[in-house]
């Protein structure tokens, strides 16, 4: 009766804990440290971290915030006076505009030098004339070859006159061809008579080198296309940078840069003061060609000069007068003006600290509202949603973080914007993505809870934006796509793979809002798709990094955690192998039974598997009080009184979470333990008690025949309870046929479901029909059927090998019936037999 009263006060403390929304659950390890005033006060634990993060996001988002003081337009009337609140700058934007224009017009424009011009006119001329000397030297080599004589007959005249005709028939024949290739090297075309005149003279090392000169003499003083480009700079001067080397230098006195037409006339001059005895006509050819050389080598660098030009107008600082405290501004009834307007706008933009204040209090009522309201709405409505002291600091922690991340990137991307000023910096913030915080939250406790904290974080996101609801909705659609796609998630790959979807996810947002502008190839449109699919990416790695980190800190068990303690290599399970293999093997099949109903109701598999192995490991301190352990037919219950039966059963359920919590199992499946026996009634042991009860001396009460519970809150419980009663039931089964175990599993669940056992766990009629289904497969095929084949060399002994064999099936249908009444409380009764 004693411990009757005991189990009475445990169901009491588990009345309690469900009515402050934590079901069954230990006092938690954060409510000891840094809550440790504030012990078993969960509920005054929740309200303090969201009063302390409502400050935090308050105090963070705040200074974002630009609300507009006065809304007037030019020439309406003011309703009332306004007075300047305290000393403040109003930028005097026609007199910055001035100081802009002028420093505008005090930059130097650029001028790029090409300071190789003058050597390539002369590689030119040298190039040109030498080919055309080797031309005529091979041509009268080959007329002297063809008419090539004795010593004397040299002597002949008529013989010289006879070369020069062929030589005369050889420079006719070939001059187009030479012509070409001398207008091909020159780089300009001559008339016919002019290279007629050229090869008179036989290309004369003295003229070219007179060409060259001249040509060279001009071009290094720099020549321009036209002085028209000149005239605006003569006051300043110019900018002249070398193509070469780069250097610059300043040239303040530009009478000394020749325009194209001077430097025409000054090689024009050069030739004829050096030919001044020669003919005209030649000396027009010379002067010819060396102007035809002439080409401007001083050109205007347009964007480095407006690039330079921007730069130093960027850098003129705005001009400020000052509005005096108590200065009157706008009287009431005045029309108001474009300065009243830029006074106005400047007075919104510069509040006091008390105004900040105000800011941030109002902040902080704001976003307490918000967030309590989420909070308060989440956890009475959505019935996934049980919140713990630490899983809400944990929220905390992460929301607080991650608007504090974002609130360094917007300086940041100001900072780039400068470095690279071709990307407008708008473009850079799709960079910086929160979908990483939704995603954590997603692996580490649940879809539900994800959905919320993602609304949450991403209007916090659009407040920072200056109240974008554009950016609000870009943040929101990067969570959701990310938590989907680590949904049960197995493998860490996975979480780079949700990187490159939150990635794509991002780009087609911003791609949508490009669509949605006036400009959709802007900048900040072209290169936001880039940054934002960059952002999910290294979203991906981001939470591939603190996964452990947070399963470490705040004891998560993630399917990264529940894929290391299904490996037979961690000590449980091993002591549980070699402690009560019975169990094990039991433990085994229930989890092939859950895994495989856990995929149909779209539960998580893989947590249901693994709470599977774990779920009787109390069993491992008393193993021989259990039936899959027990062997040569003795059972220590029939020693013990049905009270004492029960407490021992009843006992490895607390044994099995004192395990769980040593080897630091993870809450979720510590929960399971007890949840899988939910409330169930211990039949036989209390039918056993009902038998030898003596109404006068005293009475059996049922609940001390009851597990403490509580019912199973998740769907995974809920079939582990499931699986574990029907596997008992199913062993029973003499000879399995489909229709049988169809039957019994039939009969269990509706048992389970009548007994109220259901009642706190999402299971619906239609998934329990879903169950049944999968378990009548997984049972059909360990279970099934096998014939018994006679032994032929024991012919003479197979009628009593069939009286010992039908002997046999009766005591084991005995021992079923036992087992099976043990686990589904069906009502057999006989000697007992625990699980």
Known sequence: MQNGKEDSKKQKVVALQKKEGTVAKEPLAISSRPFRFLNNKPHLQKRLILFFLSIGLAYIISPNIVSVVYDYDIGSIARNNVKAPHDFLVEDKPSTEKKKKETAAASLSVYDFDDGAALVAGEKITKSFLLMRQYLTEIDESAQNLFSLSGKNNLDKSKDQKIEETRSAYLEESRNERKQAFEQEIGFKLDDDKFLLLEKRGFNADIEGLLKEASRTVLVRGVVESREFLRQ???????????????????EDLSKVLDLNEARQNVSNEIKSHLGSWKKNEISLFSHIAVSLIKPNLTLNKNETEARRDTAVNEVGPVFYQVKDGEMIL????????????????????????QLYKNILGMFLLIGTLIYALYYFSVNNIRKISIETKDLLFLAILLMTSILLFEITMPVAEALSKVFPAIPGSAYQYFFTVSASAILVRIVLNSEVAIVFSIAISILTAMMMKNSLYFGIYSLVGCIVGAQVVRFCKYRVTLIKAGFHVGIANAVIVMIFGLLSDNPYSGEYTFGMLFAFLGGVMTGVVVTGLTPIIESLFSYTTNFKLLELASLDHPLLKDLITQSPGTYHHSWIIGNLVETAAEAIHANPLLAKVSSLYHDIGKMKKPQYFFENQKGGKNPHDKLSPSLSSLIIIGHVKDGMELAKEYKLGKEITDIIPQHHGTRLIRFFYQKAKDQEDPDVHSVNEKDFRYPGPKPQTKEAGLVMLADAVEAAARTIQEPTPARIQSIVKKIIGDIFADGQLDECELTLKDMNEIANSFNRILNGIFHARIDYPDPDDEGKRGTKVNESIDKRKKETERGKQRKDTDTGSGYSGPVAIR
């Open 331 to 354: 009287r009431e009834g005045e029309r108001v003006t474009a300065d009243h307007i830029i006074i106005l706008k400047a007075l919104s933009g510069n509040r006091d600290s008390r």
């Open 233 to 251: 700079e003569v006051d300043k001067g110019i900018t002249v940078r070398s193509v070469g080397t780069q250097k610059e230098a300043k040239i």
